[in-house]
């Protein structure tokens, strides 16, 4: 099971901090990802780490501005948004896959959190 929070309305330039919380016993090792979807548009990958942390992937529109980590010790990853837009404005879901590599696209994560709304007012 994943839980997601952390999201809520900013002005634009602000930041925000999403939080992923996993529990069961199949998170042991997993990698995640962070996933968006905005009134009328597509779902659309955000960012994603791999279990170790070594390995991140980013949107180029979000490149530079959001970071995503975790602390396994929580089993929990985190995406940092900063310089926020009105354009980043979606509901953001966390995903997990069990195993080590990070996926960008969404069918590679078995796992899906509730989404948390982030609104960016300008």
């Known amino acids: 099971q994943l839980q997601a929070c952390g999201g809520g309305l900013v002005q634009a330039g602000g930041s925000l901090r999403l939080s992923c919380a996993a529990s069961?016993?199949?998170?042991?090792?997993?990698?995640a990802g962070w996933f968006r979807q905005a009134p009328g548009k597509e779902r659309e990958f955000v960012a994603a780490i791999s279990w170790s942390g070594d390995t991140t992937y980013y949107a180029d529109s979000v490149k530079g501005r959001f970071t995503i980590s975790r602390d396994n010790a929580k089993i929990t990853v985190y995406l940092q948004m900063s310089s926020l837009k009105p354009e980043d404005t979606a509901v953001y879901s966390c995903?997990?896959?069990?195993?080590?590599?990070?996926?960008?696209?969404?069918?590679?994560?078995?796992?899906w959190g509730q989404g948390t709304q982030v609104t960016v007012s300008s």
């Open positions: 995903a997990a896959r069990l195993g080590t590599i990070a996926f960008i696209t969404a069918r590679g994560y078995d796992y």
């Open positions: 069961g016993r199949a998170f042991s090792s997993y990698a």
